[in-house]
């Protein structure tokens, strides 16, 4: 009997690590792609606000329903793409912690995040609202 949750963990493991094992790679070519989009002269803010700004946002959509207002109020500092795009590096990729996910996982960039936390109408309002800022992106 003890045997066979033994065999479910170590088939999990398994799979996980085959699964994330090609990842860092892509995320270092993802870093670059974004790389070659950011103009450091259109950049608004110095780096370490683009990791906070990307902390708040996580920290809004990771666990039980999303704070929608803090994605917003966040979304709306930004001035520019070059500032969404540093937004999306300082992110990157990052894994749902919260149990609930054990059961299907979920690890993604912050497009990603958004358009897995977000009903239809917020992302409609999103996407209108970066475009307020000449950032063309649907959600």
Known sequence: ???IPVLLI???VIYFIGKNSGKAKALAE???TLDKEINPNELS???TIYKNMADTLYTA???FGTDYDT???TLSRLNNESDFFELQKAFGNRACTTYLWVITPFAGTLIQWLTDELDDDQKAETTQLLATKNITLTI
């Open 30 to 32: 993802d870093a670059k």
């Open 71 to 73: 994605v917003k109020s």
């Open 61 to 63: 959509m990771e666990g």
């Open 1 to 3: 009997m003890v045997l």
């Open 10 to 12: 170590t088939l999990l």
């Open 45 to 47: 803010y110095p780096l």
